[in-house]
């Protein structure tokens, strides 16, 4: 899908600004230019736009926190309460005290179909050094790729900005850029990408496409990744075979690391990632062409490539985001993974036992439109971002 119309309409610089007034609440606010104005609907308290959705193991409201987002694409937690917010054509705003305020300093970013501003993580140790990491689609080699950044976030810029890695080749046409960035606690991250459209690539070992790449924090290359003694092969490949990876997560009790992936029709995917397995796209894979007709063969077919632990297949639901819940407010949701769904306009509830999955349940179906992102807070909440022209920050807490 190619929304060109936000590739015209570059990002504007837009500051607004907004108070709760009074016990009644009124919300002011003032934004220029109106027309692509981000609104904050508040301090902490936001706008409640649904008052209480019972679901199976959890009762809850849903609280707007910020809204006017042209296609918000993560959001991020900082230590002093702030968020950090990305927007697909370009745009990082901070959401702090009920204002919301541009952050200067970004690279040129290539708003290109599903590309643009992507992921943004704080590093670990972000109260120390300011560090913020960050994904986003650029220009170079007579292409488009997926980058991966540093800056020190100082104050409302990115200072010492350093570009870390360049998926290699870049990519041509609009679609499947990945990305998520993850931290293992160890001094890694890693970040998955998809093909670019480009199926065959993410059986190369020489591309980058449909990846998962692990890369110290400064960008090298540890030395005990699986393909660094292969001739031709990219080092920082840790995972391949991937389609397109839009959600990804350490949980912090197993170490594993779990993705899920953007199937074709239907055939979208659940994976631990685990080093230097191939997980299949696209020799073995559920799902099918759009226009109809299969895609190699089914994964048990393969031994040499790994089947994934869950499948959403005849339909897609298009995950992005995903978050597991780690949390005091919502007991009955401990360990759950929690995943966006784009086409399917939900939250999609995974029950684990192990690396089993015991149960799913569909979350707010309709109500809020396309889900971009989903992450646990430190709040204790579940925050999601809603992928429109006019995207919203929101906030799922607890009622009895
Ligand atoms: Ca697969």
Not at 58 to 63: D, E, G, K, N, S
Not at 72 to 79: C, E, H, I, K, R
């Given at each position: 899908m190619f929304d060109l119309i936000y590739f015209l309409n570059a990002p504007g610089r837009t500051r607004c600004t907004a108070a709760i007034a009074g016990a009644a609440g009124l919300l002011l606010s003032a934004c220029t230019p109106a027309q692509t104005a981000s609104e904050p609907v508040g301090p902490a308290e936001g706008r409640v736009v649904l008052d209480r959705v019972e679901t199976e193991d959890?009762?809850?409201?849903?609280?707007e926190v910020v809204r006017g987002l042209r296609h918000?694409?993560?959001?991020?937690?900082?230590?002093d309460g702030s968020l950090l917010i990305t927007e697909r054509p370009g745009r990082m705003q901070r959401f702090a005290n009920g204002e919301l305020t541009e952050i200067r300093g970004l690279p040129e970013v290539t708003a290109q179909g599903q590309g643009g501003l992507m992921d943004v993580v704080p590093h670990p140790d972000f109260e120390r050094n300011g560090l913020i990491y960050f994904t986003y689609a650029a220009s170079y080699d007579g292409g488009v790729g997926t980058r991966v950044a540093r800056a020190i976030l100082e104050g409302d810029r990115l200072d010492a900005l350093e570009?870390?890695?360049a998926m290699n080749p870049p990519g041509r046409g609009g679609v499947h850029y990945g990305s998520r960035i993850v931290f293992d606690g160890e001094g890694n991250l890693f970040v998955g990408f998809g093909d670019r459209g480009d199926r065959h690539r993410s059986q190369q070992l020489d591309s980058h496409h449909g990846t998962v790449i692990r890369i110290r924090e400064d960008g090298s290359v540890p030395g005990d990744n699986p393909f660094v003694d292969e001739d031709g092969a990219h080092p920082e490949i840790w995972s391949y075979g991937h389609r397109n990876i839009q959600g990804m997560i350490l949980d912090e009790t197993t170490g594993k690391l779990w993705a899920h992936e953007h199937g074709p029709r239907g055939g979208d995917e659940l994976n631990i990632v685990e080093r230097g397995v191939n997980y299949g796209w696209p020799v073995a894979t559920y799902g099918e062409e759009y226009h109809g007709g299969t895609i190699g063969v089914t994964p048990p077919e393969r031994d040499d490539m790994r089947e994934p632990i869950a499948h959403w297949t005849p339909w897609s639901i298009a995950p992005s985001g995903l978050a597991q819940y780690r949390g005091d407010n919502?007991?009955?949701w401990e360990g759950d993974l929690f995943i966006g769904a784009l086409v399917q306009e939900h939250i999609h509830r995974v029950v684990l036992d192990g690396a089993e999955v015991v149960k799913k349940e569909e979350i707010l179906?309709?109500?809020l439109g396309r889900i971009r992102d989903v992450r646990t807070g430190p709040d204790g909440n579940l925050w999601v971002v809603t992928d429109q022209s006019d995207g919203g920050v929101y906030r799922i807490e607890p009622v009895e």
């Open positions: 959890a009762t809850f409201r849903v609280v918000p694409w993560a959001v991020a937690f900082l230590p570009d870390l890695f919502f007991p009955g179906r309709g109500r």
